[in-house]
């Protein structure tokens, strides 16, 4: 399977997992599309800087940076609030397997290994932060692009009168 | 206009908002919105981890205040979605305060999706995450036979008060057993799969990766007290994860 392939395929799967879960922590039904696309869009740039730059930290950096600029745009196309988007994108960045790792070196014995794991679950969760405040520090006018759902609807109703 | 009833509308919305998942900033935002529209000048919403503060001055009522201490912590973004909308119509002024505080009280008790849907659905987020993750196909079996298992769990222990790590501890607990016994039920070869990815797909939500950045964001806006108690809880809630993971490794591996 070629990259390009490989990261269609998992982004995909990113998207199925991210829109499954939203609805675990009950999204709004007619949003859980784009909660799912969140999910797919920071997969997607974690998987492409981790395979084809080799660079796992910045991937991350930039994945989380990207979807909460989705978030935030979905969330004034979509008139809510961006937490619901932000929150299921997030998940195929959380470092799960540090976490593992963490978990049984410890029951190994080996202290040593088990700091340096937890260290770089820190690493990953402030690089997932550092990401997140990059985006939001910029103002919410950068985000107004295009009409907003209700100014959509409202056009389609004035268009039939 | 009654600056009391403002009062507790505002703290009303501001409790559903905080213990359903919103973070502190937006919950101060919404709250001051309610506020603003008895006209008075002088409003101030103070939110924290578990702890909300509403004041309103004016001339002629004097000076209110209230607090109301939030303990219970879920995620249920159907409910933050409601009050936001809720606070921009009453501002806007397309409904009344009376009606604003009907719908505050429906949403209270607004319906979950039913609970073999959310089994359901948690147990496909974590077949999905598993090969994502690059797990082969006995993984993603394992993740979603364990995934619907948490999920039933989860969405019980959703409708109870509990201590908030419990359901963490309890979905690591339940991931580690439920993938070990599906890969000892199925005879599958333990080597050539990974057990750890069908672990980790199902403890994916659980594990506290929002409260982590929120907090990091608050301590570096400046709010010391919620960022770092959130720091705290992300950090409580990963150990106890983590714990729980560590139970049913210690028993099949070493």
């Given at each position: 399977m070629s990259e390009i392939q490989y990261l269609m395929l998992s982004s995909t799967l990113a998207f199925i997992s991210c829109a499954a879960y939203a609805l675990v922590f009950n999204a709004p039904r007619r949003e859980l599309f784009y909660c799912g696309l969140c999910g797919a869009i920071s997969w997607f740039f974690f998987a492409a800087f981790r395979d084809c730059l080799n660079r796992p930290f910045w991937g991350t950096v930039a994945g989380s940076a990207a979807m909460t600029f989705a978030a935030r745009f979905f969330s004034y196309r979509?008139?809510?609030?961006s937490t619901i988007y932000h929150v299921p994108g997030i998940f195929p960045l959380v470092p799960g397997m540090l976490v593992y790792n963490t978990v049984t070196a410890m029951l190994d014995g080996d202290l040593l290994k088990m700091f340096g794991y937890a260290l770089s679950v820190l690493k990953y969760s402030g690089a997932i932060s550092i990401g997140t405040i990059l985006v939001l520090i910029?103002?919410?006018?950068?985000?107004?692009i295009g009409p907003t759902v209700s100014q959509i609807r409202a056009r389609k109703q004035a268009a039939k009168q | 206009m009654n600056s009391d009833r403002l009062l507790k509308l505002a703290l009303d919305a501001g409790e559903i908002m905080l213990a359903n998942g919103a973070e502190t900033p937006r919950v101060e935002d919404t709250m001051e919105r309610i506020l603003s529209i008895g006209g008075s000048m002088e409003i101030s919403a103070n939110a924290m981890n578990t702890l909300l503060v509403a004041s309103i001055h004016s001339e002629q009522t004097g000076s209110h205040a209230l607090s109301r201490a939030v303990r219970s912590r879920d995620y249920n973004f159907e409910k933050i979605a409601h009050v936001n909308s809720l606070s921009r119509a009453l501002v806007s002024g397309k409904i009344t305060l009376e009606q604003a505080e009907e719908e505050i009280e429906k949403i209270h008790h607004e319906p979950y999706f039913p609970l073999p849907l959310v089994a359901l659905s948690y147990g496909v987020g974590s077949w999905a995450i598993t090969l994502v993750f690059g797990g082969s196909n006995w993984d993603g079996a394992a993740a979603f036979f364990s995934g619907i298992l948490i999920g039933l769990m989860f969405a019980g222990l959703a409708r109870w008060k509990k201590p908030y790590f419990l359901s963490s501890f309890l979905g690591g607990i339940l991931a580690g057993f439920c993938a070990m016994l599906f890969y000892r039920t199925f005879g599958v070869d333990v080597e050539s799969n990974h057990y750890s990815l069908a672990t980790i797909g199902c403890i994916m939500p659980l594990l506290p990766g929002v409260t982590m950045t929120n907090g990091i964001r608050d301590v570096l806006e400046g709010n010391f007290i919620s960022g770092s108690a959130k720091m705290m809880e992300a950090l409580l809630t990963a150990v106890s994860t983590a714990c729980g993971m560590a139970i049913p490794l210690s028993i099949f591996h070493f």
């Amino acid at each position: 399977m070629s990259e390009i392939q490989y990261l269609m395929l998992s982004s995909t799967l990113a998207f199925i997992s991210c829109a499954a879960y939203a609805l675990v922590f009950n999204a709004p039904r007619r949003e859980l599309f784009y909660c799912g696309l969140c999910g797919a869009i920071s997969w997607f740039f974690f998987a492409a800087f981790r395979d084809c730059l080799n660079r796992p930290f910045w991937g991350t950096v930039a994945g989380s940076a990207a979807m909460t600029f989705a978030a935030r745009f979905f969330s004034y196309r979509r008139e809510c609030p961006s937490t619901i988007y932000h929150v299921p994108g997030i998940f195929p960045l959380v470092p799960g397997m540090l976490v593992y790792n963490t978990v049984t070196a410890m029951l190994d014995g080996d202290l040593l290994k088990m700091f340096g794991y937890a260290l770089s679950v820190l690493k990953y969760s402030g690089a997932i932060s550092i990401g997140t405040i990059l985006v939001l520090i910029l103002p919410y006018s950068v985000f107004r692009i295009g009409p907003t759902v209700s100014q959509i609807r409202a056009r389609k109703q004035a268009a039939k009168q | 206009m009654n600056s009391d009833r403002l009062l507790k509308l505002a703290l009303d919305a501001g409790e559903i908002m905080l213990a359903n998942g919103a973070e502190t900033p937006r919950v101060e935002d919404t709250m001051e919105r309610i506020l603003s529209i008895g006209g008075s000048m002088e409003i101030s919403a103070n939110a924290m981890n578990t702890l909300l503060v509403a004041s309103i001055h004016s001339e002629q009522t004097g000076s209110h205040a209230l607090s109301r201490a939030v303990r219970s912590r879920d995620y249920n973004f159907e409910k933050i979605a409601h009050v936001n909308s809720l606070s921009r119509a009453l501002v806007s002024g397309k409904i009344t305060l009376e009606q604003a505080e009907e719908e505050i009280e429906k949403i209270h008790h607004e319906p979950y999706f039913p609970l073999p849907l959310v089994a359901l659905s948690y147990g496909v987020g974590s077949w999905a995450i598993t090969l994502v993750f690059g797990g082969s196909n006995w993984d993603g079996a394992a993740a979603f036979f364990s995934g619907i298992l948490i999920g039933l769990m989860f969405a019980g222990l959703a409708r109870w008060k509990k201590p908030y790590f419990l359901s963490s501890f309890l979905g690591g607990i339940l991931a580690g057993f439920c993938a070990m016994l599906f890969y000892r039920t199925f005879g599958v070869d333990v080597e050539s799969n990974h057990y750890s990815l069908a672990t980790i797909g199902c403890i994916m939500p659980l594990l506290p990766g929002v409260t982590m950045t929120n907090g990091i964001r608050d301590v570096l806006e400046g709010n010391f007290i919620s960022g770092s108690a959130k720091m705290m809880e992300a950090l409580l809630t990963a150990v106890s994860t983590a714990c729980g993971m560590a139970i049913p490794l210690s028993i099949f591996h070493f």
